[in-house]
């Protein structure tokens, strides 16, 4: 599966898209959903009402209505059917990993092996997978190393490694072993891996309502109830004035009044929202996990990784008195040459800043480098006569036999005291300066921070560095708090803690022993290059095995919270311009005076409710792609998000209506459809 | 809409504003069994009496389901009690006048009504009631009731302050707490300065006396031979009403119960003498639903919360009275025609002694709060004057609305303004720190639903029945509007009636009479459980990312939220009633 973002109208999809909305017609599944079962309903009465009791519409009108009906129930299911169908084409992308497997099954003591195919699989099997073998199901190396190539699932094309014991011990189904072999635990069931859990989800066959989604849906059916009295109620009403109205009517004005917009899109809203998680390759277990993301408010970030490259870089030189900072990076740039570390190649790189030009090691054949050795803790390089050493500033003070001079003690002294690691450079027996490697903070992560904190949500780092090195680069990340030489007990702790305070706690972790914090934390994410163990208790894992993801998350999880709560807002704003329509519409035969009320000056009383129900219709199809990309997510304090969104979906939906009913009115006036 | 009418405007509107914070913090020390008042010396041994004569230990506090049975059993044996005195007031002392049993079915509908804090009255009390039914039977509910309303307002912003809690304070303490320290003090020195301004407290038998100048009047009815009789009778002497009236006011405009003493209610000359005791009913209205509004912030330590939700019924207050003024000011053109002093506006069915203004602002205040009091009558204002009350009472009496009902009848809509909007900032609602779930939207959305089926359910029957149409005495959209009104009225626990409506009749007694128990009981059942749950929840901290419930931007919403709900439920009822009828008296040359 790669990170591909589908097109919102691809083709294949919309025309599967149509297939499935006459299919879900079916009153049965309908009836999940008390909004659209009702306009159901509504649609069916009214089209009786044609054939068996034609009333004193005419039946042209009639029948539109009872169609623009039918069109708001295959609207809806148009949108749900759209967002099913862009999660399938993902999950069809991630059932292709899953052709037909033969595993080598490890028969028990050892010897033997055995070929069944991998769905017969069970937990606890063992299977042997060689070079060129597709790894038959999710589960951890008990014996062996070797590359795998996981592209299948993260996308990212270079292989890794997996071995038995320590962290990078588990393997997923669908990846292809490259070289060696290794013996595999299975640690799922057929049908209960990653991927069974991810396609279920997105396919929406299996979608189970998340808590907020529930509680919106009673709200639904309670004012869907609550119109189903105002209309019952009207017809008795009419009955006392002498003013008749017809169950076309009626119905028209049930289905223009409840929430058919948000009842008609809600699904799509849940399922597009898992879907755009899954497009950041990240696969959650639930949709409640992806719920709870919008609400965390405390994130636990590793410091290695998330914050951090996690490797040192050389940032500064600093030449000790009397050397010219050109020589000192020259001097470095000569000890690093044949450093292949991240952090010999990074002083390569900031030595060109100081006009050198890069040299490669073929230049130089007289030279020889003298490789980092444990009992030296010192490498360089010794050419033409100089015998150039970096290294720590004790090792190289035994390299120079003698005290360094006081200008490079101070630069240690200065390096070290700012959380960084100074490395000092020697020439034969000249102490030529001090290079500071610091941990480098990831671009943009400073921004970020600082946007999380408008929104309230809090950052802390976790790190391993004692208190000093952690503050610096706390503070350099911008993060609000750290936790300093922490232990994944400390973690659990800290986690427990927060959620105690009543915080929403998420985080990142892969080894096993993160385990239980990743359990404990609402949202936790498990790399996918980590532990078995990690990821079954986390409740998302991370395909790319990007802990910065993490932010994406909580930013996917809040879109998805908030377009839900746009498309309420907007859906029960719109029925005040449905009343100024249809109402006059329905009284001013008996009560001509009442004219005046008919304040969008619609056409007819017949074209004013027929407009009314075209809108209906139609504002559902017009907000799909709203419904599945979602409201654009905007860092914001809560008060300047609650009256940016209230203007647009609020005060819009009070007035769009207004708008629309009345270009339709003069469409179907024009058209002299009714 | 004169100045007068403006400065005395800004004059109520600046005294409740000021009285707000005092009365707040007083109710927050009586609503605190461990609070202090500075009454404790005097009122401490009558409430440890209290205590000790039930058996209740005071501070051991009661979970939602037990707080709910003490509530329904304490108004069950309370409106049986009522309803005992009315049937058997004539064995009963204090009856100078000698009158009869109250018939069944008004007893039942009477003792409900007093009961669940609607005073809808189907009587006129000077010609049906002994002096010990209206001071006993009556009374008392005047003040259980108002308790009762206090009492569950206290365990809602209990609910919302507490921190995973199990309990939401105990009923017993709550109502003995608020009787003795909020209503009868308050009562006491209330009656006293209503008395100074003319109003009567006396066992009196009524007095009969000489009038002035003697007049003719027509006899009703019809001679033998079916002409309307001719002759004329002269009246030489009035019977006028004596009776404990202070008392009774006093509370039944503290406690926004609205059962008159008469039945010219408020209108009539004992019973609101002057200027200043009109002033001081229609403040006194107000009180302490608007210091429960200061008394929210306390609770849950978010003063400007509190200030929101003032503000929020305010605006509607204002809005709403800015209308009725307008209409009652602006009168019938039909009137205007036919020389009618445009100037004076429509004063049908008002006392000249009030005027349009105190009319218009009498009507609104005590609509908006479920009082029912009135010194008017709302039948004779314009269409859209009319349509005021109609629609404070149908928007949940939550515009200050009754003591504790407006409260927690507001909060609802806090909690439903919440939940809906509060998905906007992208995170699943909160309200202070307490998750809106599944379970408190349920509760919510009852207590939003009972009005609309009671209301609209009840005017649908009534309004297609013969039984309820015999009850009229209009016909057409207004007619409509009475029968309307009669059900709001009831459902909406205010008490207050259209007129011209005869509604004390077998059917009417009994559906008005299950309408006002539905719009008490099925409407405070799902508030404590909402408490209940909300009180079981763990507050989460508030910070940048949480929902504003508090300021300008949230007090649009809460304003928005109530209109739009109201608006949407009852749009298409008033459409037929008082809308038509505007147009009617607007656009067409019918005349009435």
């Known amino acids: 599966m790669t990170a591909k973002a589908l097109s919102i109208f691809d083709r294949q999809i919309l025309s599967q898209a149509v297939v499935e909305s006459f299919k879900k017609l079916n009153p049965i599944t309908m ?77 028990k003591h050892g010897l033997a092996q055995q070929d069944v195919p991998a769905d017969k699989l069970r937990k606890g099997d063992e299977v042997v997978v060689s070079a060129g073998d597709i790894i038959p199901a999710d589960g951890e190396v008990i014996q062996g190393v070797a590359s795998v190539d996981e592209s299948a699932i993260t996308g990212e094309s270079a292989p890794v490694i997996r071995e038995s014991g320590g962290d990078r011990n588990s393997v997923t189904g669908g990846t292809r072993v490259l070289s060696d072999f290794l013996i595999v635990r299975v640690t799922a069931d057929p049908g209960n891996s990653f991927l069974d859990h991810m396609i279920s989800l997105v396919e929406g066959a299996q979608r189970q309502k998340t808590p907020n989604e529930i509680a919106l849906t009673i709200l639904l059916a309670a004012l869907t109830i609550i119109f189903l009295v105002v209309i019952l109620s009207l017809k008795f009403f009419g009955a006392y004035s002498g003013v008749f109205f017809s169950i076309t009517v009626l119905t028209a004005l049930l289905v223009c009044l409840i929430p058919t917009t948000i009842g008609g899109l809600l699904s799509a809203v849940g399922i597009a929202g898992i879907d755009r998680l899954v497009q950041t390759n990240v696969l959650a277990m639930s949709g409640r996990a992806a719920e709870a993301a919008g609400d965390v408010d405390v994130l636990l970030l590793d410091k290695t990784g998330t914050i951090t490259m996690g490797n040192r870089q050389a940032t500064e030189f600093i030449p000790a008195h009397g050397v010219k900072i050109e020589d000192l990076a020259d001097a470095s740039q000569l000890a690093s040459l044949s450093d292949e570390t991240p952090e010999g190649r990074s002083i390569v790189i900031l030595a060109k800043q100081y006009g050198l030009r890069a040299r490669t090691l073929s230049e130089m054949p007289a030279a020889t480098f003298i490789p980092f050795k444990a009992e030296t803790r010192m490498s360089g390089v010794d050419i033409d006569g100089k015998r150039i050493r970096k290294g720590s500033s004790d090792a190289v003070m035994k390299f120079v036999v003698g005290r360094l001079p006081p200008s490079v003690e101070d630069a240690v002294a200065r390096v070290t005291s700012s959380g960084g690691t100074p490395l000092v450079v020697a020439e034969n027996e000249k102490a030529m300066g001090v290079i500071h490697l610091k941990d480098v903070v990831k671009g ?143 009284l001013v035969a008996t009560f001509p005076v009442i004219g005046p009320l008919n304040i969008m000056q619609l056409h007819s009383p017949q074209s004013a409710i027929l407009s009314a129900v075209i809108f209906n219709a139609l504002i559902i199809v017009a907000l799909i792609p709203l419904a599945l990309r979602g409201v654009r997510f905007r860092p914001l304090t809560a008060a300047r998000l609650l009256r940016r969104n209230l203007l647009i979906y609020g005060l819009g939906g009070l007035v769009a209506p207004f708008v629309g009913i009345k270009l339709i009115d003069l469409f179907v006036s024009a058209l002299q459809l009714a | 809409m004169d100045h007068f009418g403006w400065i005395q405007l800004t004059l109520f509107v600046g005294i409740l504003l000021v009285l707000t914070k005092p009365m707040g913090v007083y109710l927050t020390k009586v609503l605190d069994v461990e609070g202090k008042t500075f009454l404790d010396l005097a009122i401490g041994p009558v409430e440890r009496f209290f205590y000790s004569l039930l058996g209740i230990d005071p501070k051991k506090e009661q979970d939602w389901k037990q707080y709910s049975f003490s509530l329904i059993s304490f108004s069950l044996v309370g409106t049986l009690f009522t309803y005992a005195i009315l049937r058997l007031q004539h064995l009963l002392p204090l009856n100078p006048q000698g009158f009869g049993p109250v018939s069944g079915q008004l007893s039942f509908n009477t003792a409900i009504s007093f009961a669940t804090n609607t005073n809808w009255q189907n009587y006129a009390g ?198 009725c003024w307008w209409a009652e000011s602006t ?136 039984w309820g149409l015999a009850g009229l005495n209009n016909s057409g959209p207004h007619g409509f509007s009475e029968i309307l009104y009669a059900y709001s009225s009831t459902t909406g626990n205010n008490g207050s009636a259209f007129a011209g409506l005869n509604a004390n009749t077998c059917w009417y007694n009994i559906t008005l009479g299950i309408a006002m128990l539905l719009g008490r009981f099925f409407m405070i059942i799902p508030i404590l459980a909402l408490a209940g749950n909300l009180a079981g929840k763990k507050s989460r901290p508030l910070g940048e990312g949480s929902f504003p419930v508090s300021g300008p931007m949230f007090t649009v919403l809460l304003t928005g939220t109530v209109l739009i709900v109201g608006a949407l439920t009852f749009f298409p009822a008033l459409s037929l009633g008082p809308i038509v009828e505007h147009y009617l008296m607007t656009h067409s040359n019918i005349l009435f």
């Open chain 1, 31 to 107: 009836l999940k959903n008390p909004v659209m079962f009702v306009t159901e309903v509504g649609a069916t009465i009214t089209t009786a009402s044609i054939i068996f009791k034609p009333e004193t519409e005419s039946l042209i009108f009639g029948f539109q209505i009872a169609a623009w009906l039918w069109f708001t129930v295959l609207f809806a299911n148009f949108a749900e059917a759209m967002a099913e169908g862009r999660g399938k084409a993902q999950a069809d992308a991630l059932r292709k990993t899953r052709t037909q497997t033969i595993a080598h099954l490890l028969l």
């Open chain 1, 444 to 586: 943009g992560l400073k921004d970020r921070f600082e946007r999380f904190r408008t929104m309230g949500i809090k950052t802390i780092m976790i790190t391993g560095d004692n208190r000093l090195t952690a503050a610096t680069i706390a503070r350099e990340a911008g993060v609000d708090d750290f936790l300093a030489e922490a232990r994944p007990e400390d973690k659990l702790a800290l986690i427990r803690k927060e959620q105690a305070a009543g915080h929403l706690v998420a985080m990142t972790g892969d080894g096993t022993n993160d385990a239980p914090a990743l359990a404990q934390a609402d949202v936790g994410v498990a790399m996918n290059t980590g532990t078995q163990a990690a990821k079954e208790a986390g409740n998302m894992v991370d395909l790319d095995s990007n802990p910065t993801k993490l932010i994406e998350i909580v930013e996917i999880g809040k879109q998805m919270l908030m377009t839900r709560g746009a498309l309420t807002t907007f859906s029960i704003a719109n029925d005040a311009a449905k009343y100024f329509a249809i109402i006059p519409a329905m």
């Open chain 2, 126 to 323: 000077e010609s049906t009631m002994s002096y010990l039914s209206q001071m006993v039977g009556l009374t008392f509910h005047n003040f259980a009731s108002a308790a009762t309303g206090i009492a569950v307002a206290a365990a809602l912003a209990r609910g919302v302050a507490r921190n995973s809690a199990k309990t939401i304070g105990n009923f017993w303490t709550d109502v003995i707490r608020t009787i003795l320290y909020v209503l009868l003090p308050i009562c006491l020195v209330y009656a006293l300065l209503l008395v100074s301004q003319g109003m009567i407290q006396n066992f009196n038998p009524y007095a009969k006396v000489e009038v002035v100048a003697p007049y003719a009047s027509p006899v009703p009815g019809k001679d033998a031979e079916g002409r309307q009789s001719p002759p004329q009778r002269k009246v030489e002497t009035q019977t006028i009403v004596q009776g404990p009236m202070a008392s009774q006011v006093a509370i039944k405009m503290l406690g926004t119960n609205g059962g008159g003493f008469t039945n010219a209610n408020a209108a009539h000359p004992y019973e609101n003498p002057t200027p200043l005791s009109n002033f001081l009913q229609m403040l006194s209205i107000f009180l302490i639903p608007s210091g429960l509004t200061y008394y929210l912030g306390r609770v849950v330590k978010d003063q400007r919360h509190g200030w929101a939700v003032w503000s929020a019924m305010a605006a509607i207050f204002l809005v709403g009275f800015l209308i």
């Open chain 2, 331 to 466: 009168g019938n053109p039909h009137m205007h025609a036919l020389g009618i002093d445009a100037a004076s506006g429509n004063m049908e069915g008002k006392e000249t002694r009030f005027g349009i203004f105190n009319s218009a602002l009498f009507a609104t205040v005590t609509t908006d709060a479920s009082c029912g009091a009135v010194n008017s009558m709302h039948d004779s204002f314009t269409p859209l004057g009319g349509l005021v009350p109609l629609l404070n009472i149908q928007l949940g009496e939550v515009i200050f609305g009754g003591v504790g009902a407006g409260l927690y009848g507001m909060i609802v809509f806090v909690v439903l303004a919440v939940f809906l909007a509060g998905l906007m900032i992208g995170k699943t609602p909160e309200y202070l720190g307490k998750k809106i779930e599944a379970y408190d939207v349920k509760a919510s959305v009852m207590f939003i639903m009972v009005p609309v089926l009671g209301i609209l359910g009840s005017t649908a029957w009534a309004a297609t029945s013969a």
